[in-house]
Structure formats: structure tokens, C-alpha cells
């Protein structure tokens, strides 16, 4: 049963993170103002679930939990999801979800070394995955090398940039999971770092509110609904309910999937183009997904033996 419940948080994860870049790409806000309100709003929604809880559990926290938890949605809001939102605003939607979808490569060099630093030396598993997932990394370059009509050099390396911190949120705030609830961390993670880059970024905004939504209508509205309340707080409550019962490398996983889906939702709604540099690297993060999990069940099955 608790298996069935992580496969169905994993593939709710997915169809949603998936339609981000296609829902955000649709929405006609800075990337900044969309960010912070998007996380505010995602905050505030995962909130209602369980307000007493929420505010009885974090007032217990000691003041150096409380900090890490407001640090964890800087490294989220502030770093990953407002690059990969400026990325997906200068280039090809299907562009930065293929290279956020990378973020598990970054996961496993991080725990490597992590485990390098306490054993002072490489494990040969660890060498083994690192060499697999270099064909996860190849992938990235080709899709870096030749980009397909609509993509930056800057659009693709902010991308870059939001994986590799995407990364490393996912391995702390798992971290943080152990004391604290999915509920908890989120609703204040996000909803504090999400107000904080809002009213930043309209302060510094050289328009004003009115212009800043002029285009804003029914439909940008609905648009903002699900990005706020289904891709930002639905889905990551599921997320973290999977990061409960798997490890860091392994929930990341998801993301391999992405591409796929994310790349045939942006081909036939926002009509971009599809290469054959964006297909073979897609082929070859998938390759890389399958090259894992081999190895990973053999090295389960040999540990049983043992």
C-alpha cells in the first residue's frame, strides 16, 4: 500500500511539473513578479490545509530549524524556480524543462560527494552512476551545442544554473524532512520567500501595477490558478511525500520523465520547433534513467545475497 501511494505522489508530480513551462510560458507577467506571487499564492493554498497544525508545529521548532526552513525556499524560489521562469521567458519552454529534468545528474554528484568526503574515497558504485550519468550530461551539451530556433546561449545556461540548484534543494530539504512536515516546510518556505521576491520585484519594477497586469484576463487568471495552486502547491505537497519514503536520488528520478511529456505538450500547444540535437538528447537523459535503475536493482540484489 505504501509503495501504490509513492508511485501515484510520483506520477501526480510529474504531470504537473511537467505543464509548468507550457502554463508559465502563457502567463504574461515578468518572471520575477510571476515567481514571487506564484510561490506566495502556492504557499498560502498548501496553508489551508492544515492551518493549526502548520502554526502549532513551526512555533515548536528551534530557531535554527526555523531559519533553514525559510533558506530552503530562498535556494528554491530565489535561485532555482526564478532562473528556470527568466529561462523559460527567453527561450524554448521545451528547452528548460529538458534541462531542469537534469537535475537528478547534479543529485547524485552531490551525494557522491557527500559520500566521498565522509569515506575519503569514491565507492565503486558511486564511480560506476557518476560514468552512467555522464551520458545524461552529453545529452545536455548536444541540446547546448546546436540549439533549435528560439533558444539562447543565456536562456540555456540560467537553466542550467536552476538544475544544479534545484539539486541541491532536493538533498537539503530532505534533510530538513525529518523534522519537519511536507506541509510545514512548504506553506512557510514558500509563501515567505514568495511575498519577500513579489513586493521586491514590484518595488523595483520600473512600471506600474496597472501595467504590469495590463494583459491580464480570464484566462491568464484560470492560467495562474493552476500554476499557483496545482503545479506550486498540490504538487509539490506530492513530492514531498514521495521524498518521505525514497531517497533524494530516486524521487528526482521523476524529472527523467519530464522531457517527454513536456516537450509533446510545448510541440503541440505552443507550436515550438523539435531538432534532432533536442530529440537525441532527450533519448539519452532516458538512457540515462534506465542505465540507473539497472544498476541500482543489481546492487539491491547482490546486498540481499549478502
Known amino acids: 500500500m505504501k509503495k501504490n501511494k509513492t508511485i501515484f505522489y510520483l506520477i501526480f508530480t510529474l504531470i504537473f511539473f511537467s505543464s509548468f513551462e507550457l502554463v508559465s510560458k502563457m502567463i504574461n507577467i515578468d518572471a520575477f513578479i510571476l515567481t514571487g506571487l506564484r510561490f506566495f499564492l502556492g504557499g498560502l493554498f498548501i496553508f489551508l490545509f492544515s492551518p493549526g497544525n502548520i502554526i502549532l508545529e513551526y512555533s515548536k521548532l528551534s530557531k535554527n530549524l526555523k531559519f533553514k526552513v525559510i533558506i530552503s525556499g530562498f535556494i528554491n524560489v530565489c535561485m532555482a524556480m526564478l532562473l528556470l521562469q527568466i529561462s523559460v521567458k527567453l527561450g524554448n519552454a521545451s528547452t528548460s524543462a529538458i534541462i531542469i529534468s537534469s537535475n537528478p545528474l547534479f543529485v547524485f554528484i552531490f551525494l557522491a560527494i557527500k559520500d566521498f568526503r565522509e569515506r575519503n574515497k569514491f565507492a565503486i558504485n558511486n564511480i560506476f552512476k557518476l560514468l552512467i550519468l555522464l551520458v545524461g550530461i552529453i545529452g545536455i551539451f548536444i541540446i547546448m551545442y546546436k540549439p533549435d530556433k528560439g533558444d539562447s546561449l543565456l536562456a540555456i545556461t540560467l537553466a542550467i544554473i536552476a ?19 511536507p ?50 502547491g498540490l504538487a509539490y505537497i506530492t513530492y514531498f511525500k514521495a521524498l518521505m519514503s525514497i531517497d533524494a536520488g530516486t524521487a528526482s528520478l521523476v524529472f527523467y520523465l519530464k522531457p517527454v511529456i513536456a516537450t509533446s505538450l510545448n510541440y503541440f500547444i505552443l507550436h515550438e520547433t523539435i531538432g534532432l540535437p533536442k530529440i537525441i538528447g532527450i533519448i539519452l537523459i532516458l538512457l540515462t534513467l534506465f542505465l540507473y535503475n539497472s544498476l541500482k536493482s543489481k546492487v539491491r540484489e547482490n546486498t540481499n545475497k549478502i
Open 163 to 181: 538544475s544544479i540548484s534545484f539539486a541541491y534543494y532536493t538533498i537539503y530539504s530532505q534533510k530538513l524532512l525529518k523534522n519537519v512536515s
Open 183 to 232: 506541509l510545514t516546510l512548504n506553506s512557510i518556505s514558500f509563501s515567505v520567500n514568495g511575498l519577500i521576491l513579489f513586493i521586491g520585484s514590484l518595488i523595483f519594477s520600473s512600471k506600474s501595477i496597472g501595467e504590469i497586469f495590463i494583459n491580464f484576463d480570464i484566462m491568464q487568471l484560470i492560467l495562474l490558478i493552476i500554476l499557483s495552486f496545482g503545479i506550486t
